[in-house]
Structures are given as structure tokens and as C-alpha cells.
């Protein structure tokens, strides 16, 4: 698999913009695990920290699910519940055994990623969305939305940028 990343159009208007750049970096998170064996997507970066590749993967499953799915959307957790963390292990989709594989975390990252894409395609930018955030109970317009997890991606692209070099050298934008 070969990951195509695609910059936004310069002149594009705003929600084709901010498409374009959750996409792009939904795109560059693939493109920093792509080639890598399961054992190394598993790598830690440095003791005593659990974060690798697979699990920044699995990590962005569930915030596009929580954001997309729970808060926009207002699915109910018997169909939208976490994933891989519960309240006995908050972190859950950091903590991976050898019999978590990247098919298995990029299969649900992908589901995830095109949930969030049917959701969002029925509310405009200004639209609240249906649900509201657990801790705080604010309902959110899809733009904000869209923006934190423009903000939340790069945030853990970084992370991903220095996880792959460590891995294997490889470096890149």
C-alpha cells in the first residue's frame, strides 16, 4: 500500500478546506506507519512511555469515534462505546500485545475515519452537534470539530514523525 497525500486546495472554500486538511493529515499519520512490520508499528518510543506507532493509530480510532460518532452524532455507547480503553484502563489503546496487529487497528481506523465522514456530511459547519461532551456538557459546532482534530492529528503526527525515525531512520514532512 502506497499512501497519496493530498494538500488542500489553495483557493477552496472553508468546509472543503478543512476537509482537505483532516484528510491530509489522516493521510500523513498512514504514510509514517506505512512499511513497517507489527512488531515495529508495537515499538515504544522510550521507557517508560507505551507510545508507538499502532497505538497513535488506535488512538485516533477512538477520537474520531468520540468526536464524530458520540458528540456530533449522538450515537449511544452500546454502538459507540471506546474501543480498545475502558474505566479499568484508560490508556487501553496504547497497551499492545503481540496479538494486536496493523491490520486489525488500521481496519478500525478506517471504519472510524468514514463513520466520522457520514456523520459530519449531514451537519453544516455552524450546525451543533446532536450529543454533548461527557466531562463538560458543551455542544459543539461541526467547525470546531473539525478544527481540534486538524489540531489533535498534527499534534500526534509529530509524535509519529519521531516514533518512525527511531524505528528505521526515516524521516520526512
Known amino acids: ?81 471506546p474501543i480498545y480503553y475502558g474505566d479499568d484502563d484508560p490508556d487501553g489503546e496504547f497497551r499492545l500485545t503481540e496479538a494486536d496487529t496493523w491490520a486489525q487497528a488500521y481496519a478500525t481506523w478506517q471504519a472510524e475515519i468514514e463513520a466520522a465522514r457520514g456523520h459530519a456530511a449531514r451537519f453544516a459547519l455552524d450546525d451543533l452537534s446532536a450529543g454533548k461532551h461527557r466531562r463538560t456538557g458543551e455542544r459543539f459546532n461541526l467547525r470546531w470539530i473539525y478544527t481540534h482534530m486538524i489540531e489533535e492529528y498534527a499534534r500526534h503526527n509529530g509524535h509519529a514523525d519521531l516514533l518512525r525515525e527511531r524505528i528505521d531512520g526515516a524521516t520526512g514532512d
Open 1 to 81: 500500500m502506497t499512501t497519496e497525500r493530498r494538500e488542500p486546495a489553495t483557493t477552496a472554500d472553508e468546509r472543503t478546506m478543512l476537509e482537505g486538511w483532516l484528510d491530509y493529515h489522516r493521510q500523513t499519520l498512514a504514510w509514517k506507519c506505512e512499511g513497517l512490520s507489527d512488531e515495529q508499528l508495537r515499538t515504544p518510543s522510550v521507557a517508560p512511555s507505551t507510545l508507538s506507532l499502532m497505538g497513535l493509530v488506535r488512538h485516533m480510532a477512538e477520537v474520531e469515534r468520540s468526536w464524530f460518532r458520540r458528540v456530533l452524532a449522538n450515537e449511544p455507547d452500546e454502538q459507540a462505546g
